[in-house]
């Protein structure tokens, strides 16, 4: 096996913080869930369980963000040292597109959306026959889905940001045409904003819910991974 060099070197460890972040995204997910159910066991009468429960979670978030603040820090120094332009390193790269035939996306196995995705990366996707690579994280694959939508119908795209549809019940907007309004936000067109802090199971989620405002069939997207748990031949 060739010796890689110090930029490709530097590249992997990007992709691998890019990586880490997206995963930090979905334990987030299951922990929340946790508390949800811990929650339904607990007397709320109880003051000193609810606090708690209230000082974990405060406590966690802090941790979390400190984490998130450290890895966008270390990918800066290595960028900075290597002289790689944001827009080329992985997380942050533009996809390109091919045929359903190219052999990156047609020697892996398909995945549909009715899946669930924690570790697995992506590395394509097709929908409805064309095909999408130069990919190699959740938020990226995202981004591509988004620009796509708003490739086919810029009118309907621009209106997401209003749309009660695009809101969570917690109130965060999923698209917005203030950043400030967004955790992490990433331009789309048309100054329209989407949320790529989400863990690969929440992007697989507003894909869905952006195929059907689309008019776009569910199983007409298939993903492609990098490395399939079961199948240690594909790298």
């Known amino acids: 096996m060739r010796a890689m060099n110090e ?40 003051k000193a369980s609810r606090e708690a429960g209230t000082r974990f979670l405060d406590e966690y978030d ?22 790689i332009l944001v827009e080329e390193s992985p997380g942050h790269r533009t996809a390109v ?29 097709t929908l409805q026959g064309r095909g ?15 620009q796509e ?7 309907r795209f621009r209106a997401l940001p209003d749309h009660p549809g695009f809101i969570t019940v917690q109130n965060n907007h999923m698209f917005s045409r203030d950043p400030q309004h967004l955790l992490t936000p990433r331009l789309i ?14 992007i697989r989620d507003r894909i869905v819910k952006l195929l059907h405002e689309f008019g776009v069939p569910e199983n007409a997207m298939a993903i492609y991974l990098r490395h399939e748990p079961e199948q240690d031949g594909v790298a």
């Open 62 to 83: 802090q941790r979390l963000d400190a984490f998130r603040k450290l890895t966008h820090q270390l990918a800066e120094m290595i960028r900075g040292r290597q002289g």
């Open 149 to 155: 939508m708003a490739r086919r119908q810029p009118l």
């Open 97 to 125: 597109t091919t045929t359903s035939n190219d052999p990156l996306i047609a020697n892996r196995r398909q995945h549909d959306l009715g899946e669930e995705f924690t570790s697995a990366k992506p590395v394509g996707f």
């Open 7 to 46: 930029k490709q070197r530097a590249e992997r460890i990007l992709a691998n913080l890019e990586g880490v972040n997206e995963d930090l995204l979905a334990v987030n997910e299951d922990l929340l869930a946790f508390m949800d159910d811990v929650g339904h066991s607990i007397d709320y009468r109880d």
């Open 132 to 146: 999408f690579k130069n990919m190699s994280t959740w938020a990226e694959l995202y981004i591509t889905v988004c």
């Open 189 to 202: 067109a048309d100054g329209v904003y989407a949320e790529i802090k989400l863990s690969a199971n929440s």
